[in-house]
């Protein structure tokens, strides 16, 4: 383990954390494409709120060295002379739901044009199984006029990054890891021993720890689907959801998963990696996709029974006014990457309303950009015929909902996280 050094390509939410980790213990070069993130974490801030200014500015290395710190570089060059190189760059879906390697097959380009013999290449980004291997690797191969597995090597570590948890940070979670050969598996095994204190799992292939990932953020996406499923049944029988789990909870092995919203870059977007794979192999995945589906279609749904608890009030719809509390894709977090808030969203744009939206952790550029919202940081300063709570924020559970609704309005509690006396209903 000694004479390591490591060239870390992607800052975001995986890299950064990954990135600030081994730099404890190893000389790290964090490389990233996007200027203005690179001036960002050199000046000590990090916008994604995973890592704190104190850790990262304890760890932070303003030129090149020897020594052990962390490096933040836009230039290729200065990853040159590293001997590992961890990708973790985004694997995003398109709109029809097709796997994007785009992001990573221009890192790997970027990390074939500096390889050098004797380096290994891992790979954090979650992707179906064989992915690493064979679209990845080749790119390496075409870069570098390298051989793989005779002059440089892979390895495959999925990240388990959980974004806004400062409960299970990146050093307590067991980590997967596996190489493209026994002993080069065991040498990324080593590397990851040395600072993940809650251990990790050799898996014998690549292809079965890329397997091993997609399939974790499956099984919630499916359990979650099934909880949903149950929401919308029990809600024609005019029985609450959460007070059923609540009941069936009791029973010792019954799984705690709650309804609600599914988006993220894991959760919404893995199954679709492997069903993308499995069909390649002429098997079309059925609980899957129908996960996904009924998954997919919670934001119109909500939408629908809140025009239904308007007209039920007798509340006009058109132009009537509705706040949606919080657009990030979880709690306490400003991640906003694929975001089922926004199905809400649009779903009841449809029906004439003004929408307006209030989440103090999202950023309003990025809101703006991806999806073309106004957002804003600070409690409007109007009444609303319907407020929804998308987003379990902290701060939403103390607000002065009296003052925010007019005389006769709606609450619609998604997460299910507000006194029974505010709300109308909840998923």
């Known amino acids: 383990m000694n004479n390591i050094k490591i060239g870390v390509v992607g800052l975001g939410y995986v890299g950064l954390p990954l990135a600030r980790l081994f730099a404890t213990k190893y000389e790290v070069v964090g490389f990233d494409i996007n200027n203005e993130r690179v001036r960002a974490l050199t000046s000590g801030v990090d916008s994604t709120l995973e890592v704190s200014n104190d850790d990262l500015i304890a760890v932070l290395k303003k030129e090149e060295s020897d020594e052990n710190g962390l490096l933040f570089t836009t230039s290729i060059e200065s990853i040159r002379n590293c001997n590992y190189y961890i990708i973790t760059v985004p694997t995003p879906v398109d709109k029809n739901n097709r796997p994007i390697l785009t992001p990573l097959i221009k890192a790997s380009e970027t990390v074939g044009k500096v390889l050098s013999k004797g380096n290994i ?3 954090e980004s979650t992707v179906y199984p064989g992915a690493t291997e064979e679209d990845c690797v080749p790119v390496l191969e075409k870069e570098s006029g390298l051989v793989f597995n005779k002059d440089f090597f892979a390895g495959y570590s999925p990240e388990r990054i959980n ?13 997967v890891t596996s190489g493209s050969t026994l002993a080069v598996g065991k040498k990324v095994d080593d590397l990851y021993k040395s600072v993940i204190t809650a251990g990790t799992h050799l898996a014998p292939t690549i292809k079965v720890a890329e397997a091993a990932k997609v399939i974790e953020n499956s099984q919630r996406d499916i359990n979650i689907a099934f909880v949903n499923e149950l929401a919308k049944i029990f809600n024609l ?14 029973k010792w092995n019954f799984l705690p998963f709650k309804p609600g919203l599914v988006g993220g870059h894991c959760i919404g977007v893995d199954p679709y990696y492997l069903a993308q794979k499995a069909q390649e192999y002429g098997y079309h995945p059925e609980i899957i996709l129908a996960g996904r589906r009924l998954n997919d279609s919670m934001g119109s749904y909500i939408a629908s029974e809140v025009i239904k608890l308007m007209l039920q009030k007798d509340i006009a719809i058109k132009n009537s006014e509705i706040l949606i509390l919080g657009i990030t894709f979880k709690e306490n977090c400003p991640d906003i990457r694929n975001t089922k808030a926004v199905d ?31 957002s804003v940081k600070e409690v409007p300063n109007i009444k609303f015929d319907a407020i929804i709570l998308t987003v379990a924020h902290n701060e939403f559970i103390n607000l002065d909902y009296e003052n925010l609704k007019k005389e006769n309005s709606v609450v619609y509690d998604v997460k299910n996280v507000l006194p029974e006396k505010i709300k109308n209903k909840t998923l």
């Open 121 to 123: 290449v891992i790979y």
């Open 163 to 175: 974004p806004g948890d400062k409960e299970h940070t990146i050093e307590k979670i067991l980590k």
């Open 237 to 250: 029988m005019d029985i609450n959801t959460h007070d059923v789990l609540e009941a069936a909870g009791t």
């Open 344 to 374: 809400v969203i649009f779903a009841l744009k449809d029906y004439g309303v003004n929408i307006s939206i209030f989440d103090p952790w999202a950023n309003i550029k990025e809101v703006k950009h991806e999806y073309n919202l106004d």
